[in-house]
């Protein structure tokens, strides 16, 4: 008999310790998982690393590729939405085999020619292609783990992203100064059919998919509720996750577009190091990822309240990380405010397994695919904003640093009005009981 997923990360099981342990195979789905965000992760922060060179090859103003950045956000949310609710009848195993071959696919026009329209279009492309990953990646995950057991794998997943920038940048940043910034894009395709090769090796559904559990506890699967999809949208677990993600959203996609830009041009770093240290905020978040969700998921599986572990914890790194980020625009020493990035952008992200967690049980199995690919598309759709706004408030400032102060200064307050309400929102074992699945 398989257990009743409730919201938040509450399960009737918990506490059975050894008996729901996931086993071998999950976590080399998690690990291939891991390999896949840090390859999609890649893929989106290639435009950061090469935008010194690619402005000054293509003659583009900061507006221009802000723009460039944006555009990869076009179609990023609608095909994620579409291809989750794909997800619903559709093995997530092809469905993301097909989406790295498109990726690679997409790195090769920009490694044969130079022209805005090409890089302009294989970016909306590529945005297209990556939309669906995030959510269909986690939905893969939760398939081999139980619901008051998935925030690690979340934060493991979602660290992929803080793995691609502090370990592949520094990797890239000497393939663009050895070969130049082509080449990088050319190795990025590389990877991302290596990827295709061991996945199907490793890919494969585990027990708690939708199918499984209608072959192995037809029963419960057969009387298992449908929710309608505008009440889990329209509830204030919902709501809040979506609000409070979606400035620290924003920032992650700033940081991907214009951070090694800001090292170099406002902080006075060499290309070098801005490479070696575009990852060094990412390694903060994904040590306070994993940290915190290992901590949340423990909370849970002793009985702990999901609003506390999840929504409060979750709304209260957003406050801080996003406070810090505000610090550092009046700070000076280069340094000092390197380390407060690191700090506050590493304590903000925190938030975002979590969300992803709560998101993932807000609905039945069967529905989960298609309210998490919601969730991230309105979530994503900050993308599509923050890089031209960024862009377009460095073209308006007296000096570029001044335009990055600003930038700063505008996401770190964001951030904190987004984690203060989720922390009045989101509250898992309330809407559980709204939704009748408690």
């Known amino acids: 008999m398989s257990t009743k997923q409730l919201p938040g990360g509450i399960s009737p099981t918990v506490g059975t310790g050894s008996a729901h342990r996931a086993p071998l195979r999950a976590w080399l789905v998690v690990a291939a998982l891991v390999l896949f965000m840090v390859v999609n992760w890649a893929d989106r922060s290639i435009l950061g690393l090469t935008a010194k060179p690619i402005m000054a090859e293509l003659g583009l103003t900061p507006a221009q590729f802000g723009f460039i950045g944006s555009a990869f956000f076009f179609l990023f949310s609608i095909s994620g939405v579409i291809v989750s609710f794909l997800a619903n009848r559709v093995s997530s195993r092809w469905i993301l085999l097909v989406l790295v071959f498109v990726w690679s696919l997409c790195q090769l026009p920009i490694v044969v020619t130079s022209s805005l329209t090409v890089l302009l279009i294989s970016r909306i492309v590529l945005g297209a292609a990556e939309g669906p990953s995030n959510g269909l990646a986690t939905h893969s995950a939760y398939t081999w783990f139980t619901s008051e057991r998935r925030g690690l794998p979340s934060s493991l997943i979602t660290s992929g992203s803080s793995i691609a920038k502090f370990v592949m940048a520094p990797v890239m940043t000497l393939v663009i100064v050895g070969f130049g910034w082509r080449a990088a894009f050319l190795s990025l395709a590389v990877l991302g059919f290596a990827w295709c090769v061991i996945w199907l090796f490793v890919g494969k559904e585990g027990p708690y998919s939708a199918s499984k559990q209608a ?176 862009g377009a408030l460095i073209s308006a400032s007296p000096d570029e640093a001044t335009g990055y102060n600003n930038i700063f200064l505008l996401c770190g307050a964001l951030v904190v009005i987004g984690g203060i309400v989720m922390v009045l929102l989101v509250n898992p074992e309330r809407d559980a009981r709204r939704l009748g699945m408690a």
């Open 215 to 390: 072959v192995d506890d037809s029963e419960e699967s057969a009387s298992e509720t449908k929710v309608p999809l505008h009440r889990i949208l329209l509830c204030g677990t919902f709501l809040g996750a979506v609000i409070g993600t979606f400035p620290q959203y924003g920032l992650i996609t700033v940081v991907m577009t214009w951070l090694p830009s800001y090292f170099e041009t406002a902080l006075g770093f060499s290309p070098v190091q801005a490479g070696t240290f575009f990852g060094l905020p990412s390694f903060g978040a994904m040590l306070a990822m994993i940290g915190g969700s290992y901590v949340t998921d423990r909370v849970l599986a002793r009985g702990g309240s999901a609003r506390v572990a999840r929504g409060v914890v979750g709304g209260a790194a957003l406050i801080i990380g996003g406070g810090l980020v505000v610090v550092l625009t009046m700070v000076r020493s280069p340094y000092l405010v390197l380390g407060l990035f690191v700090l506050g952008y590493g304590i903000s992200m925190c938030c975002m397994p979590l969300m992803y967690a709560v998101i993932g049980s807000m609905a039945p199995t069967r529905q989960r695919a298609g309210v998490l690919g919601v969730f991230l598309a309105v979530q994503n759709s900050a993308g599509i904003i923050a890089p031209a706004v960024a």
